[in-house]
């Protein structure tokens, strides 16, 4: 049986938390992908341009070499309506009394907790993908084994947004009561919140659904970085294998074969095999 959110979101809301958590756990799956891309090395070494792409591509492999992970925080990732699923009545909440400005800067800081990396499981069957976060097929793909469902999280895909105003105004009361006292961060009705505003910045809009988008979340309250190289295994991940684009220039397959080569793991080349009727891309071990 498939992860089913009606169900999954039924049981957050009966705050049966324990039982939603072991839910999602059971289903996510085993392994996850990565997509990355690369920018091409024939350029000229005095052109700025081309050298900023040139570093980029160097931080990339040298975090592939380190089994690093780039994180990235929910306002520098490549959708700029990140976290916009939900929504302030604005008026409601300036009618009961509620500061505007006080709540979206608390929001904002809520949504701000997390470093954000996301993955999908398609890796052969879905071209856009190599497309749209691969450079068109000339960057690379990594696979990894999921050590930790914990961390993992599916994206719903829905068409209306959600108002949060009662959710936002009760985990700011409830994170008061937890700074003077009152109750302590284990409080039932605190956790049911803070899980609720969690999962509220893994929903996208269903134009987005053709990705089958996959998020690992780790807590990060140190700072205003835009994102962090973090230990794959830090966010229970253990990389498993490297797939180059079909694209991939030489120089940077060739990159790709020494770092496999270094950390001991196989590495496939990918294509599109003339000889089959399928229209879906193959690959083959480099």
């Known amino acids: 049986m498939s992860f089913e959110f009606k169900h999954y979101w039924k049981l957050i809301f009966e705050k049966k938390l324990k039982t939603a958590l072991n839910y999602r756990k059971i289903h996510m799956p085993k392994i996850l ?3 990355v891309s690369l920018s091409d090395n024939y350029c000229n070494k ?5 050298t900023i792409f040139q570093e980029s591509n160097e931080r990339k492999f ?32 300036s009618n009961k009394g509620w500061p505007l400005d006080m709540l979206d800067e608390y929001l904002h800081k809520m ?14 069957d879905n071209m856009p993908m190599w497309a749209h976060y691969s450079n068109n097929h000339k960057g690379f793909c990594v696979e990894y084994r999921v050590l930790n469902p914990k961390v993992v999280y599916p994206i719903s895909y829905e068409e209306e947004r959600f108002a ?4 936002i105004t009760s985990i700011f ?22 899980t609720l505003i969690n999962h ?9 659904q053709y990705e089958n988008e996959y998020r690992i979340l780790h807590a990060d309250l140190g700072g205003n970085n835009p994102g962090a190289p973090i230990q794959s295994i830090e966010v229970g991940l253990d990389i498993s294998g490297i797939y180059v684009g ?41």
Request: a neutral charge.
């Open 246 to 286: 079909s694209q991939c220039s030489f120089e940077n397959t060739d990159r790709l074969t020494k770092i496999a080569k270094d950390i001991g793991i196989k590495i496939y080349q990918m294509y599109l095999d003339d000889k089959e009727p399928n229209y879906k891309l193959s690959y083959r071990m480099i």
């Open 111 to 124: 949504k701000s907790i997390y470093l954000i990396a996301s993955f999908t499981t398609n890796i052969v």
């Open 46 to 50: 005095n052109n700025n341009y081309c």
């Open 200 to 208: 509220l910045g893994l929903i996208k809009h269903k134009t987005w």
């Open 164 to 167: 949060i105003g009662s959710i």
């Open 173 to 194: 009361n409830l994170s008061n009561d937890i700074f003077s006292g009152k109750i302590d961060e284990d409080d039932k009705e605190f956790q049911f919140y803070l």
């Open 33 to 35: 992908y990565k997509y």
């Open 62 to 93: 040298t975090t592939l070499k380190n089994n690093q992970i780039w994180m990235s925080r929910f306002d520098n990732l490549n959708d700029p309506y990140e976290y916009r699923a939900m929504y302030l009545k604005s008026e409601e909440l």
